[in-house]
């Protein structure tokens, strides 16, 4: 038997729990678990001492394409992507112009097929003058889901008020990803709030309710309609309770900085450079995170990795925007998670490739098995590194994980059989195609 590529040594991670098995791959596919020592290949990979996770999705980016290149751009945030060992992206909508018509759908498909370095996904966002066609843009290829904001965005693409929702979700049967912070909520509590204030106060204008009672009127709908919805960064413990109530129509996706930085002290330490949407909360959150992620509530970790320029972030409250680098450090901290004994490989393997391709019907992704991508992300646990600035090819430059010392690290990115990354090295050209996904 003659392969393109075996990986030779490595323990995978496989839906049944890990193994040590050498992997066969053809055609861009996963052919074999289990290669003969005499079969031969264009190129093996030795995975000695290293563990072989599913290619690794982050489910949930704001590349800012078109936007602005200086902060980030889809062939800079896919190559940050491959870099952190995330084989997989899906897009937000929210650019300038927004990805809401036939037309930016289009555009986007096209350039993606060219610029990306990683295989990619990508939302349709929810507007009032869209919603009619949403049943036919959520088919079109590329499209992992509708997003539609219920809170916290700007101009047409939001959709606050409950006609306006339901009208959304009565057209088209896909799962739909919300942003849902009561933006009624937010609106009325902000006059409370304002300059010279610290950027604690983020947390507390945008308070656990806002968070709450989005997500009970999202529910409300979703029974209503019976039309699946995906809880995008839930943030408070409150919801996370609630939402186990809801297996038959929600999903749940937790975001890493959740599961990690605690306030007030990344306030603190951070600045702005803490501030996000929905907001990074106290103990009690953190600890209902975890407690959810153990129990199985939560479907998906993503980074809602959403750059802005450090000058900007360093303005005072309010003034300094929301949103946070992460798609170059969520593997790197996730793997410091697992080796702190927080989650187990196999979980984490589940949020962030079995989770996502179940939520988003992904086709032939997140899984090690015959006939799949063959997309793999090797880690070595034993590795120590310093998360640093300097690291991170985002334009804008920085991370909130700066200066942070963790255990795991990914050592390569395999991509459809190509190696695209390998010990800190982008190899070869973008080579991202879009994702498939069935429904
Ligand atoms: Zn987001």
Redesign the pocket.
Known sequence: MRYDLIIRNGVCVLPWGEAETDLGVLDGRIAALGVDARAEAAETLDATGLHVLPGLIDA?V?LRDPGDAAIESIPTGTRAAILGGIATVFD?PNTSPSITSAETLDWKADYVRRESYTDFGFYVGATRSNTDRLDEYETRAGVCAVKLFAGSSTGDLMIEDDAGIEAVMRNGRRRIAF?SEDEYRLQARKPQFGAGMPYDTHRIWRDEECAFLGTRRIMALARKTGRPAHV??VSTAEELGYLKDFRDVATVEVLVNHLTQIAPDCYERLGGLAVMNPPIRDRRHYEASWAALRDGTIDTVAS?H?PHPMAAKRRAWPDCPAGLTGVQTIVPVMLDHVNAGRLSLARLADLMAAGPARVYNLAAKGRIAAGYDADFTLVDMQARRTISNDWIVTPCGWTPFDGMDVNGWPIATILRGSVVMRDDTVIGPPRGRLARFAW
């Open positions: 949930h704001h937000m942003h995008l960064h809602d959403a």
